[in-house]
């Protein structure tokens, strides 16, 4: 999965590790690490509501957070949809 994230989209590509090493639990090398991270972040723009990134007004950031949800969501039905049930699911269903 990792190598269909844009290199641009470098936070994706690390969040991906670490949600597999999280569903990996105990057996994870970095297990310790991994119980450490909090599971969100609030006040994270991508989680924000339409109205609230329209209202952060500076258009660099508007157009940069609508095109991560966009590759999100475009991401979210064609690849990881796709992977519950199925060897290739590195999250095991979660």
């Given at each position: 999965l990792i190598e269909k994230v844009p290199a641009e989209l470098w936070g994706a590509k690390l969040a991906l590790?670490?949600?597999?090493?999280?569903?990996?639990?105990?057996?994870?090398?970095?297990?310790l690490y991994i119980s450490n991270l909090p599971v969100g972040f609030p006040g994270v723009p991508i989680f924000?509501?339409?109205?609230?990134?329209?209202?952060?007004?500076?258009?660099p950031?508007?157009?940069?957070?609508?095109?991560?949800c966009a590759w999100l969501a475009q991401f979210s039905s064609s690849e990881l949809g796709l992977?519950?049930?199925?060897?290739?699911?590195?999250?095991?269903?979660?």
């Amino acid at each position: 999965l990792i190598e269909k994230v844009p290199a641009e989209l470098w936070g994706a590509k690390l969040a991906l590790q670490l949600l597999a090493h999280r569903v990996m639990g105990a057996a994870s090398p970095v297990a310790l690490y991994i119980s450490n991270l909090p599971v969100g972040f609030p006040g994270v723009p991508i989680f924000f509501s339409r109205d609230a990134i329209l209202a952060i007004d500076y258009p660099p950031v508007t157009e940069q957070v609508k095109k991560r949800c966009a590759w999100l969501a475009q991401f979210s039905s064609s690849e990881l949809g796709l992977l519950p049930g199925t060897a290739n699911d590195p999250f095991n269903g979660t």
